[in-house]
């Protein structure tokens, strides 16, 4: 749950990209406001192409966003110029997807987070072993990979010596976009319960972008549901898997497999149908509409305001609060699992 | 350091005859006034028209300076020239295409309308209208030159940065909070450096050619400098009685710019970068894998 003052605060934020036809634009994120606590661990989940990487892009800075403001500890980014901004915005650090591209292959893994400590200011050297070798025991690597080329690691290690390398700037938000999804299954669950350690032991705050519904549910005590550049559920990650009241998170929630066989034979086929709609002419009003069982006359006509179903749940959707109201009465669908390791779920 | 031991890295990958015909002529063109058996200037006109002999291998020309101690000698004024050429037109491309890759939007968009005048010209009518301007002269030849070549490199600067900067290892470097300087610095320029230097191995031999031309012309060196082009001058009105002095330096002029151009190419056909075997690789990712310690 959010708190008095947040630590990182997205209001009404938009960015939007050129099309490759002329004169059109995609508004990869439309309008959206999202909020960070000390130490909280978000999810922010979608298809894939909803705008999930773009907002994470925009709130580092790596995007330019078209109106809106970002606010770290109550400031607003967009007042702060060059160093200063540099500065600030350090707090903040991006694990990318790919462990392969993210870091330079001409540098060893020692000399990458090196450069990382000169821009936080520390220039000797001892100081730089020193610390070289803490952060990359905090990732569960020897020392001894310091002198290595990122050629020579797996994609696990490289995406541990990226972790390790943002620790370096001493961050207080993580944004994470998909972090595992590149790793072999074998080698996901190590880097998830990796970013809980840290999580646990370093009190960052994580924004976790991904589509695997099943970790964001271990992993979050909070999450966003994404559709087309628009936040259109928010809650508590206990509650939204529960009782989701939007169509959209209904049908992707519907959309794992329950791990007991009993329930996976009653677990109703997701009500979506369709493809998601061109980023570049959205459907008018709501923008899950064209894909929506629901789907009445008034969706058409004006965005649904997100309704407030609880006091840490919202949802964008005329017919919320009857979803919200008929979760009630139903026994959970998935219920809610021990907050245990997530090595387990894929031991079953 | 880098830079040297990446291109030592993809000189190792290349066709023979060309590395020996460029190898060659960089050694003559270092080692020329030790090598030279006699002085290039020294005239004997007893010795003029010579053929082949002990005294004179490649025989003398019609003033009766040695010509083998000329091919040599000219090695080095071509090399010279070429490194000058090749320095100043690197150094102002690689900045131009940088700052333009760097940069990006409208900076971008006016320097590379600057560049693509520049190549829209040919090199040897832009040098030519500079000689013209300023009159015949050494570095008047070398800044002409310059100023016809350095848009090529521009152009591939700006390729290979635009490249590099859209790599996502620059996009982390930004989050860290580097300074653009840093990135600038310590990163783009450097890939960059790295990459043109190896294209413009290819370029090389042109400029070899357009000082030869140049100097053919009378524009470019001037005499007593020994210099191939001005060797075929000297000789062309006795091509018949004398024609191995015409194709004597013709010869070595031809080796040197197609020894250059099979080399650019090469290189620029072998840019994947295959620094470890596949096995050696395998290896070392096996032992490096171990080291990633079980979670508790
Ligand atoms: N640099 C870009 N230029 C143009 N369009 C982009 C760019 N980056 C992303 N997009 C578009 O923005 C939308 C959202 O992309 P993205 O944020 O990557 O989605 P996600 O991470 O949720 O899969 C997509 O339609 C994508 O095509
Ligand atoms: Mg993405």
Redesign the interface.
Known sequence: MPEAQPLLRVENLVTRFKSVERSKWISAVDDVSITLAPGEMVGLVGESGCGKSTLGRTI???ERPQSGRILLDGVDLSTLRG?EL??R??A???V?Q?PY????D?QTIGEAIA??LI?MGISDPAEQRRRIRTLLDQV???D??AE?YP????G??RQ?V?IA??L??EPRVLICDEPVSALDLSIRA?VM??FL?LHKDLGVACLFIAHDLALVRQATSRTYVMYLGKIIEEATSAELYARPSHPYSKALLGSIPSADPRIEVTREPPEIFGDIPSPTNPPSGCRFRTRCPHAAEVCASAVPPLVALSPSHQAGCVLAEKFYAESAAQPLPHPAPAPRDI?TMHAR | M?ILQDFARSLRQLPRVSMVAVGVFVTLGVLAPYIAPHDPNAQDLLAAHAGISWEHWLGADHLGRDTLSRLIVSARTSLVGMCLVLLIALSVGITIGTIAGYKRGWVEEVLMRIVDVGLAMPSLIVALAVIGIFGTGYWNMIFALALAWWPGSARISRAVAVGVMN???I?????????PL?VYF??LLP?TIGAVLVYATADAGAVALSIATLSFLGLGIQPPTPEWGQMLVDALPYLETVPMQVILPGLVLTAVVIGFNLLGESIALNRVPTP?SRRI?AS??ML??N???A?Q
């Open positions: 580092v800075g790596l160093a540099r500065r915005r350090r903040i650090q991006y990318f790919d591209a993210s870091l330079n001409r450069e990382a821009i569960g690597l020897p001894a990979l290595r050629r020579e690691l797996s696990g290690q541990r990226a390398r943002s370096a700037v190590q319960n990796l350690r090595q | 880098r790599r996502p290892h996009e982390t470097l930004r989050v860290l909070g580097a300074s840093r310590h990163h890939t470890l690789l070392r990712r490096a894998s080291w990633t310690r979670q």
